[in-house]
């Protein structure tokens, strides 16, 4: 029965409750533990590319990322690999975006599995130097991560600028 109260929250919801990741056998406080352990590493995630990200250190930014992984810009820039991230952020930092930070507003984190997660945060980005977001900076990202070897990694990202329709 704690199987279908686990499906029908899936369905719902669209977000795997504790319970319905543990394996046979498992307790439920290992199931948590674990849950714990993952939310620290995205966190972990998200604070390094914030820090990269005020220190204009593109290379940094990218570490957190996968070899093969993908990454769209909020203008459609595409960059592939963990390279191609580095240098095209580097590249836009030294040229284009001014000394800033990365806000997160708000963040959803779905499992699709096990080892698979989407997280969907609204950021915002902050001059420096100032306390409010700048105007037009407001965006939602999508960001996949997936654990190999027991460390998660970002293995694609997608930005979206945040314009409401008239």
């Given at each position: 029965?704690a199987?279908?109260?686990?499906l029908a929250?899936?369905?719902?919801?669209?977000?795997?409750p504790?319970a319905?990741t543990?394996?046979?056998?498992t307790?439920?406080?290992?199931v948590?533990e674990?849950?714990?352990?993952?939310?620290?590493a995205?966190e972990r995630i998200?604070?390094?590319?914030?820090?990269?990200?005020?220190?204009e250190?593109g290379?940094a930014?990218?570490a957190?990322?996968?070899?093969?992984?993908?990454f769209v810009?909020?203008?459609?820039?595409?960059?592939v690999?963990?390279h191609?991230?580095?240098?095209g952020?580097?590249h836009?930092?030294?040229?284009?975006?001014?000394?800033?930070?990365?806000?997160?507003?708000?963040?959803?984190?779905?499992?699709?599995?096990p080892?698979?997660?989407v997280i969907?945060r609204d950021t915002?980005?902050i001059?420096?130097g100032?306390d409010?977001?700048?105007?037009?900076?407001d965006?939602?990202?999508t960001?996949?991560l997936?654990?190999?070897?027991?460390?998660?990694?970002?293995t694609?990202?997608q930005?979206?600028r945040?314009?409401?329709l008239?």
């Amino acid at each position: 029965m704690a199987w279908l109260a686990a499906l029908a929250a899936v369905l719902v919801t669209g977000l795997v409750p504790a319970a319905a990741t543990a394996t046979e056998g498992t307790a439920p406080q290992a199931v948590d533990e674990h849950r714990r352990g993952d939310l620290a590493a995205f966190e972990r995630i998200a604070k390094q590319q914030e820090v990269a990200w005020a220190a204009e250190d593109g290379g940094a930014f990218a570490a957190t990322f996968t070899e093969d992984a993908d990454f769209v810009t909020f203008n459609g820039d595409y960059f592939v690999g963990r390279h191609s991230i580095a240098a095209g952020l580097q590249h836009a930092f030294d040229n284009y975006i001014p000394p800033s930070r990365i806000v997160r507003l708000d963040e959803h984190i779905r499992y699709v599995e096990p080892d698979l997660v989407v997280i969907v945060r609204d950021t915002c980005i902050i001059n420096a130097g100032e306390d409010d977001c700048r105007a037009g900076s407001d965006s939602r990202n999508t960001n996949v991560l997936r654990k190999r070897h027991g460390q998660w990694l970002q293995t694609s990202f997608q930005n979206t600028r945040v314009v409401p329709l008239p």
